[in-house]
């Protein structure tokens, strides 16, 4: 598991956000307007997936073209909107995302996400190969939303939240 060591190190060094974002989650330029204090990355591997806990001030993160050059492997991830609300943008849609909403992000492609607010979002990366075994053409959900209402993102969204409070408390379930 790869917990808060890095954020502290850049910390003391003075690095970026994208440099922080980089080193736990994937390169992408991110821009935040607060100091290292006001937000927080958590990373915990699960296996083949990886969840990620974004707590944050007004932030805004862009995948470019560039950033993509140095993927190694191919995978999706489940953005979870847990609190104030967020703008996600990939594949010609940009949906706002509010508290409880899911959207599904290829991380082979450009994308950007943006709040404008204090906001907290909870991000669970899974490798293709992995969800095509339950959804053959993910890409086509890329940057739709889908709401609190729905069933499965009640679902997916409780299950995560269980995984992450699982992780923090060091249980092995």
């Given amino acids: 598991m790869l917990r808060d060591v890095v954020g502290a190190v850049l910390k003391e060094r003075g690095g970026s956000w994208s440099n922080l ?47 993509m050059e140095t993927a190694h492997e191919r995978c ?30 290829d991380n082979s492609a450009r994308y950007s996400y943006s709040s404008d607010e204090v906001c907290e979002l909870i991000m669970l990366r899974v490798p293709n190969a ?23 993102v009640l679902m997916a969204g409780a299950m995560a939240r269980s995984l992450l409070d699982q992780l923090r408390a060091g249980l092995s379930e």
């Avoid at 969840?51 to 944050?56: E, G």
């Avoid at 509010?98 to 959207?103: E, H, K, N, Y």
């Avoid at 992995?130 to 499965?152: A, I, K, M, V, Y």
């Fill in 130 to 152: 992995l969800l095509r075994e339950s959804l053959p053409s993910p890409h086509e959900c890329c940057g739709r939303r889908l709401s609190q209402g729905q069933d499965l």
């Fill in 76 to 105: 999706f991830t489940f953005l979870i909107q847990v609190q104030g609300t967020g703008q996600f943008q990939q594949y010609g849609y940009q949906v706002q995302l509010r508290p409880g909403d899911l959207s599904l992000c």
């Fill in 21 to 67: 974002f980089s080193l736990k989650v994937e390169r992408a330029e991110v821009s935040h307007p607060g100091k290292f204090g006001a937000a927080d990355i958590t990373v915990d591997d699960l296996g083949a997936a990886r969840l990620i806990r974004l707590k944050s001030d007004p932030v805004t993160i862009r995948r470019t073209e560039g950033d």
